[in-house]
């Protein structure tokens, strides 16, 4: 088990990246306006489980692979910067109107909600920064089992 003052000081790290709009935001707070309560929340199990595949490759050592394999590393964060890429195409491509004009769309199905929230979150630089950078540097293997304590951080965190 991490000590108090590790948990606190992550917590708080934690929460300032939480606080501070990202992808996974702008994806719940639209999905919940457009369609409903309901849409918000399964969008939200999908960026809770994106969480746990961080936490858990953490937690696994997966990240001392790609802190050790840069190819790895670069092609998480190139990922994460294509998928923003094309969020942001989607929203003003050429052809329709105005991207702030009001538009019926059909109810995306509760999978692609899901599926969504989850590889937003996993594309999230801000995530990985958190877990593969520095969610390490609050461990100390003196004070117990390390994949304790990233268990404890990571739940901390999510």
Request: net charge positive; glycine share 12%; charged share 10%.
């Amino acid at each position: 088990m991490p000590e108090h003052t590790s948990l606190l000081a992550f917590g708080l790290v934690a929460l300032g990246i939480a606080l501070t709009p990202g992808p996974n935001m702008i994806y719940l707070v639209s999905r919940s306006i457009c369609q409903g309560r309901a849409a918000g929340l399964i969008s939200l199990g999908g960026v809770a489980l994106g969480f746990v595949v961080y936490m858990l490759c953490a937690a696994l050592g997966i990240t001392a692979l790609l802190l050790a394999v840069p190819f790895a590393y670069d092609a998480l964060r190139f990922g994460g910067a294509l998928y923003l890429l094309w969020l942001a195409w989607q929203a003003v491509k050429p052809g329709g109107g105005s991207p702030f004009q009001v538009r019926d769309l059909p109810a995306d199905s509760p999978r692609k909600l899901f599926m969504m929230g989850f590889v937003t979150n996993l594309l999230n630089p801000k995530i990985a920064v958190l877990y593969l950078s520095l969610l390490p540097q609050f461990i100390d293997p003196r004070h117990g089992s390390v994949l304790g304590q990233s268990l404890a951080l990571g739940f901390v965190s999510a």
